[in-house]
C-alpha cells in the first residue's frame, strides 16, 4: 500500500556532492517518520538521518554538518542532500517511512547505489 522510489545516486568524485530523492505513494498517511538508511557491502545496514512529522531531526555522527534531509510535503518526497562526499559513504542507500496505524509499521525503498571513487 506505500510505495517508495529512491533515485539521484551515482558516481561521484571524493568533495563532491549528490542529491537523493525518495518519492512516497499509496496509503500515505498517519506518517511518523521518514528517513535514509545505507549498507556497505558486508556491513549491516545503518542510520542515516531521521525526521519526524513534528520537523525533529536526527543525524549519524559520520555525516553530521556533510548530510541534510528535508521534505516537500505537497511533492510526498523527501531529500538527502550530501556534500563533501568521502569513500567511505559509498553504499546503498534506502528511503524509509514510519506509520504509525495502531501499531508501528516501516516500509522501504529498493535503495539507490552512492559510490565515492577517486
Known amino acids: 500500500q506505500v510505495r517508495l522510489v529512491e533515485s539521484g545516486g551515482g558516481l561521484v568524485q571524493p568533495g563532491g556532492s549528490l542529491r537523493l530523492s525518495c518519492v512516497a505513494s499509496g496509503s500515505i498517511f498517519s506518517i511518523n517518520a521518514m528517513g535514509w538508511y545505507r549498507q556497505a557491502p558486508g556491513k549491516q545496514r545503518e542510520l542515516v538521518c531521521r525526521?519526524?512529522?513534528?520537523?525533529?531531526?536526527n543525524y549519524a555522527d559520520a555525516v553530521k554538518g556533510r548530510f541534510t534531509i528535508s521534505r516537500d510535503n505537497a511533492k510526498n518526497t523527501v531529500y538527502l542532500q550530501m556534500n563533501s562526499l568521502k569513500l567511505e559513504d559509498t553504499a546503498v542507500y534506502y528511503c524509509?517511512?514510519?506509520?504509525?496505524?495502531?501499531?508501528?509499521?516501516?516500509?522501504w525503498g529498493q535503495g539507490t547505489q552512492v559510490t565515492v571513487s577517486s
Open positions: 524509509n517511512l514510519e506509520r504509525w496505524v495502531g501499531e508501528r509499521v516501516g516500509y
Open positions: 525526521l519526524t512529522s513534528g520537523g525533529n531531526t
